[in-house]
């Protein structure tokens, strides 16, 4: 089969500057929304997926069910765990325990008008040992009266990052707290946190309950020595529950939102299709005379068909392209506010798979209709077009 040249669709992209120019705006802007909705699906997967540890316990109130906010034990809680268990982490003759009280709170930003909702974990210096992934990037660790802020927080409170800079104050629970560092957590939902000193935390709420207890367990360890333990102290009413276990429950909370992030790129690439099927047929019906020129000089319907599609994918692969390095220069890393906390968007490999085949996809499907349909024109009646 004799075939156009290659550079005969190349060179018809640049006869057309302005439609080509905006049917590519066209694509690149269908792509980037695909690449925003996967971004924000798979940022969620990932910090809920590096929330939770294997080796961590939770053990918290029976009567709060999957909400730990909820939840309240006795303040005794902990020092009868590390009397009765055995398998508790342990190096230096330091226990991996970590007493914690969890709320979210109205906070207010020092120099912002509004109240942001917040989250706030009252911890000791133990809780370093647990949450292993937590890591102190900038000042140190709080003192009475302060707190640390996480690398997110500032995206739950709706504030700039500078806002909550070392050295800045925040209030809520009636008192005003001043910010001695900032951490990291390997991408996990504490970053949306701010840590305080456990008592000082106690002291602003007049509580001296806690939320939860988190424990490291060792290498012998077993959850079924935790479990025990809370069957057996029935007046405390305590489950145990693997800190990963947690938060994959959470990942099933949150499995609707997910679900209709994916219906949401369907509908996206839908409408992309469509939008792409009605800018190739206002392109190729304004070529009838020269398509059916390329008959009469012999090329085969067949190849004009591919060198019509040639044309599409071209602009298809720009427009993902384009879509592809705007994602990762603006999207990837912005931080986003839910329920949980907040998150970071993430442009990874699949949502570069995803985002670029629908462009390639998009492409083919926008061209092939309309291909066809200009090539069931008889070429005398092409020629006579105007």
């Known amino acids: 089969m004799k075939t156009l040249p290659w550079e005969y669709g190349v060179r018809n992209l640049f006869r057309r500057p302005t439609r080509t120019a905006l049917t590519l705006v066209g694509l690149t802007t269908v792509i980037l929304l695909i690449f925003v909705v996967v971004a924000f699906i798979r940022g969620l997967e990932a910090s809920l997926a590096a929330s939770g540890d294997d080796d961590?316990?939770?053990?918290?109130?029976?009567?709060?069910?999957?909400?730990?906010?909820?939840?309240?034990i006795p303040a005794r809680t902990p020092a009868l765990l590390a009397a009765?268990?055995?398998?508790?982490?342990?190096?230096?003759?330091?226990?991996?325990?970590?007493?914690?009280?969890?709320?979210?709170?109205?906070?207010?930003?020092?120099?912002?008008?509004?109240k942001g909702l917040g989250l706030v974990r009252g911890v000791t210096t133990a809780a370093p040992l647990v949450r292993s992934k937590m890591q102190i990037v900038e000042g140190e660790w709080p003192g009475?009266?302060?707190?640390?802020?996480g690398k997110l927080a500032h995206s739950k409170l709706g504030c700039r990052e500078e806002a909550l800079s070392v050295g800045s104050t925040v209030t809520f629970d009636g008192r005003e707290w001043r910010i001695s560092g900032r951490f990291t957590a390997a991408g996990s939902a504490f970053e949306s946190e701010l840590w305080c000193p456990l008592q000082d935390m106690q002291t602003a709420l007049k509580r001296q309950d806690l939320s939860l207890v988190?424990?490291?367990?060792?290498p012998g360890g077993s959850l079924a020595e935790v479990e025990m333990f809370c069957s057996e102290r029935l007046d405390l009413e305590l489950k145990a529950v693997p800190e990963a276990q947690y938060y994959a429950s959470l990942q099933q909370h949150y499995k609707p939102v997910r679900l209709l992030g994916w219906v949401v790129v369907w509908l996206i690439a839908g409408a992309g299709v469509f939008a792409g099927l009605n800018t190739m047929y206002g392109a190729v019906v304004g070529r009838v005379r020269e398509l059916s020129t390329l008959q009469a000089m012999g090329f085969r319907r067949r190849a004009i068909t591919m060198s019509l599609i040639q044309e599409a994918v071209l602009l298809s692969v720009g427009g993902s392209l384009i879509a592809a390095l705007i994602a990762f220069l603006l999207v990837n890393g912005t931080a986003v506010r839910f329920t949980m906390g907040a998150f970071a968007l993430r442009?990874?490999?699949?949502?570069v798979v995803i985002g670029c085949g629908t462009g390639l996809v998009l492409g083919l499907l926008g061209a092939v209709p309309p291909a066809m349909k200009a090539m069931r024109v008889t070429v005398v009646e092409g020629i006579k077009a105007v």
């Open 347 to 351: 442009v990874d490999s699949l949502a």
């Open 144 to 149: 009475p009266g302060e707190v640390l802020a």
């Open 214 to 218: 988190a424990m490291k367990m060792a």
């Open 84 to 114: 009765s268990l055995d398998g508790i982490q342990r190096r230096f003759d330091v226990q991996h325990i970590s007493p914690e009280v969890y709320l979210g709170t109205r906070i207010t930003v020092a120099g912002t008008d509004k």
């Open 56 to 72: 961590v316990v939770l053990v918290y109130a029976l009567s709060s069910g999957a909400d730990i906010e909820n939840s309240s």
